[in-house]
């Protein structure tokens, strides 16, 4: 079983920056690769990035935030942080973290295994 708590969620102006952050607890957290996800109010969840398990060496980001995202983990916190800049309206979600027995990065929710409770962003314009 493995625990996950994001947070650094919060108000940010638009052309802001946020950071968040994903603590692991349980299992072994460098066994996981992990990913973040969003959903906004009548859209579907969707993958925003992922970071594949033990050394992270491999990353994946959504289109929309290639360039302004970067994903990250510290395998020595069990913590995965999610660096937003350039904030725009449309990045205003709840963005979950999540885990999965995969070892390679997958962009499909249903193939994580573990979810958080998920932290709001919203960006004022």
């Known amino acids: 079983q493995v625990q996950l708590v994001e947070s650094g969620g919060g108000l940010v102006q638009d052309g802001g920056s946020l950071r968040l952050s994903c603590t692991a607890s349980?299992?072994?957290?460098?066994?996981?690769?992990m990913g973040w996800f969003r959903q906004a109010p009548g859209n579907e969840r969707g993958v925003v990035a992922g970071?594949?398990?033990?050394?992270?060496?491999?990353?994946y980001y959504g289109d929309s935030v290639k360039g302004r995202f970067t994903i990250s983990r510290d395998n020595a916190k069990s913590t995965m942080y999610l660096q937003m800049s350039s904030l725009k309206s449309e990045d205003m979600a709840v963005y979950y973290c999540?885990?999965?027995?995969?070892?390679?990065?997958?962009?499909?929710?249903?193939?994580?295994?573990?979810w958080g409770q998920g932290t709001q962003v919203t960006v004022s314009s």
């Open positions: 999540a885990a999965t027995r995969r070892y390679s990065i997958s962009t499909h929710g249903a193939d994580y295994d573990y």
């Open positions: 349980g299992r072994a957290f460098s066994d996981y690769a």
């Open positions: 970071i594949s398990w033990r050394s992270g060496g491999w990353t």
